[in-house]
């Protein structure tokens, strides 16, 4: 299903936040990386939830059961936005961070030091503040698999940090900081190869690419709802069967089958209204087939357009002069999220240039701190990041590319 620039303005009309401005002109949301807008359906969902349902899990009245309904619709929508087998593989959490650290304490308990746990230099600091915690209390070994200096991984040196010791790779799929879209199936056939587990951290992925955890093959893979038009909720997949095997952090009064055998006290109910609300306004966007089909084609279709306008802002900044652009080109699968550079401007300065234009843009480095300290960009203030997603236009990519022009030659907007 293809997903065009007439569908995009469609769409924007269900987002309400579309219509803020800014000095009269309209905001430009490219922010979308540290968080999209929400469309109305999101939001009525949760309004929704608290106006008729709100209520604890598990009782004998009707909000109750309700709720308890809801919470089960919510984990079967998610196993179809992540072709997960079912609803037992989707736990649900506050956000990723808290959830791969609940993982990692479960997954500590399997381990003895001197084992290892890879990773790579894409990692957001999510996919690495658990790792290094155990590396310092518990003797783990972390390795690090490096990225070339156009921001792809090396595939030699990830096979080179793969050995008998590793346990477990902890794989980023899609770095927010460049885009760089990593080979999930080359860490599962090196993880594989030794008996590793492999974790995919699928955030900032699932905002941009239809994700299939069973052809994955994947153990664990994290993403956050928050990302993809939904609100603050992250979500961990587990391979079936798997997670009942992990000694987690559990009250005795807490279901001790999976998916609920990790997640920590009462979750947030309206919220997870509102994921299910997000995934089923993406498969709106297709038609026919099942659920899960609509979703796979819709997300084809806008990651399609995406990448169209994530070409377009990437050549013409490449072409202003004093701007660098980093992180892969867009010749192969990249996310639409664009990091650059602005001659002698910090990026802090040149965000609050085009923020006071209306242009929200992300400077410095987002948690994504890793691969900017690779390349050598960490301690000159990171980058100013750019991400597009289904609702950005052409007309807001000019005015961006208008707005680096300007704060690259140092001159005032007109
Ligand atoms: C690639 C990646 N991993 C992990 C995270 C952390 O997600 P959360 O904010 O849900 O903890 C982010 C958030 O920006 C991210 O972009």
């Not at 995009?8 to 309400?16: A, G, K, Q, S, Y």
């Not at 056939?189 to 052809?215: N, P, Q």
């Not at 007309?395 to 007109?414: I, K, M, N």
Request: with cysteine; glycine share 10%.
């Amino acid at each position: 299903m293809s997903f065009t620039a007439a569908d995009c303005e469609r769409c924007r009309r269900d987002f309400p936040a579309l219509a803020r401005t800014l000095d009269g002109r309209p905001l430009a949301f490219f922010d979308g990386p540290a968080g999209t807008q929400v469309p109305n359906a999101v939001i009525d969902a949760v309004a929704g939830y608290y106006r008729t349902a709100n209520a604890n899990t598990h009782g004998h009245f009707p909000t109750t059961r309700e709720t308890d309904r809801l919470l089960h619709e919510s984990r079967e929508t998610v196993a179809a936005f992540l072709g997960a087998a079912d609803w037992r593989s989707v736990s649900f959490g506050q956000n990723m961070t808290t959830l791969n650290y609940s993982l990692s304490y479960a997954l500590a308990r399997e381990m003895r030091p001197g084992d290892e746990i890879v990773i790579t230099q894409l990692e957001h600091e999510a996919n690495r503040g658990p790792w290094l915690n155990l590396q310092e209390e518990r003797g783990i070994v972390v390795r690090e698999a490096a990225i070339g200096p156009d921001g792809r991984l090396d595939a030699d040196d990830l096979a080179r940090q793969i050995g008998k010791r590793t346990q477990l790779v902890a794989f980023n799929m899609a770095s927010n900081s460049l885009g760089t879209v990593s080979d999930a199936a080359l860490a599962r056939r090196l993880s594989k190869e030794v008996g590793a587990w492999l974790l995919l951290d699928a955030v900032h992925y699932a905002a941009h690419f239809a994700i299939d955890a069973a052809a994955l093959d994947a153990d664990f893979l994290l993403c956050s709802a928050y990302k993809f038009y939904g609100p603050h909720v992250g979500i961990l997949y587990t391979r079936p069967g798997l997670l009942e095997r992990l000694r987690t952090d559990r009250l005795r009064t807490q279901d001790e089958e999976a998916p609920f055998r990790i997640e920590m006290g009462t979750l947030n109910h309206a919220a997870l209204a509102g994921v299910k609300a997000a995934v089923d306004y993406i498969a709106s966007w297709s038609t026919g087939g099942s659920q899960r089909e609509r979703i796979v084609s819709a997300m084809q279709g806008i990651a399609a357009y995406e990448h169209e306008l994530g070409t377009y802002y990437y050549e013409r900044a490449q072409s202003i002069p004093g701007v660098a652009v980093h992180g892969p080109d867009f010749s192969g699968l990249r996310a639409p999220t664009v990091s650059i550079t602005a001659g002698g401007v910090s990026p802090d300065d040149v965000a609050r240039a085009l923020g006071e234009e209306g242009l929200q843009v992300w400077s410095g480095h987002f948690y994504g701190l890793r691969p900017l300290e690779a390349l050598g960009l960490a301690e000159s203030g990171g980058v100013v990041r750019a991400g597009v997603v289904m609702y950005n236009t052409r007309e807001e990519v000019d005015r961006l590319l208008e707005g680096v022009e300007r704060v690259a030659r140092g001159t005032a907007p007109h």
